[in-house]
């Protein structure tokens, strides 16, 4: 976990917490997604929001750091309210909102909404970091990118399938599960943040050489051994930490507020 820094003491400006949902939601499209969870403000606290620390889960730990930091709100891709999840306040649930309430933070969440947005999203973010050049979407809610890999941007001597790993272990500061040949040439790719390995069979038809995302399955493997089509899983956090910091720095920048982004580091 990064350590929190402290909020200056100079505040430009301040938005109203149902005026920062009603952006949102109209920035993000909320209202086109049929999600697993809720996408808005989850938990209700302050009225008006000076102080913004984003992050990736709303994990107990991020939560203790955004108190240590005085933030008004939290802003995160994996929130509350998940689809099938027990919904009584119980335990670590408990302990966590129990939290929010206490320091009067007001909790927004923004799942698939964020994953998709073309600019801000977490794809074409991690497109952006990786020197991918996106030409397309496609699949539901067109949350899989489509694109060009070009090795010389990339700083890659070769545009082989271990060499865009490589550059996947630079760029996320991790090393990543590489699926496939590592001498295959790369130049279509396929990539989607987070979870997304059941969208592999997606990506192979679309005629890509490789697929990233964050995770991988046991059919993963196979898949890629006998399409040929390579399989790269980033880790599911090191692929999602970019839309919302994006995302933070746009709301700061529209509405004078402070951002502040902190990093809980997660292995998976």
């Avoid at 809720?38 to 102080?51: D, K, M, S, W, Y």
């Avoid at 980033?234 to 502040?260: C, D, I, P, S």
Wanted: proline share 4%; aromatic share 8%.
């Amino acid at each position: 976990m990064s350590a929190p820094k402290p909020f200056t003491d100079r505040v430009e400006s301040t938005v109203a917490a149902g005026e920062l949902e009603t952006y949102l939601a109209s920035l993000l499209q909320v209202s086109r997604f049929h999600d697993y969870c809720p996408n808005g403000l989850q938990v209700e606290g302050t009225a008006t929001v000076r102080r913004l620390v984003t992050g990736v889960s709303a994990s107990l730990a991020l939560i203790e750091a955004a108190i240590e930091a005085r933030a008004d709100a939290l802003l995160v891709h994996h929130g509350y309210f998940w689809r099938n999840e027990d919904p009584c306040l119980r335990r670590g649930k408990r302990e966590r909102i129990a939290r929010l309430l206490a320091a009067d933070i007001n909790l927004f969440a923004y799942h698939l909404p964020l994953d998709a947005h073309p600019e801000l999203g977490n794809n074409a973010q991690l497109g952006q970091k990786l020197g991918l050049l996106q030409t397309g979407r496609t699949g539901e809610n067109d949350l899989i990118a489509i694109g060009q890999w070009d090795a010389q941007s990339a700083a890659a001597s070769v545009g082989t399938l271990g060499e865009l790993a490589r550059q996947v272990e630079l760029t996320l500061g991790r090393t990543p599960l590489l699926l496939g040949d590592p001498a295959r040439p790369v130049r279509h790719v396929a990539w989607c943040s987070g979870g997304a390995q059941s969208y592999f069979e997606e990506a192979i038809a679309s005629g890509v050489d490789v697929f990233i995302t964050g995770e991988v399955s046991e059919p993963n493997y196979h898949l890629a051994i006998e399409s040929g089509v390579g399989f790269i899983a980033a880790g599911h956090h090191a692929t999602e930490r970019f839309g919302v910091q994006a995302l933070g720095a746009h709301l700061a920048l529209h509405f004078g507020v402070e951002h502040q982004y902190i990093d809980i580091a997660n292995p998976i």
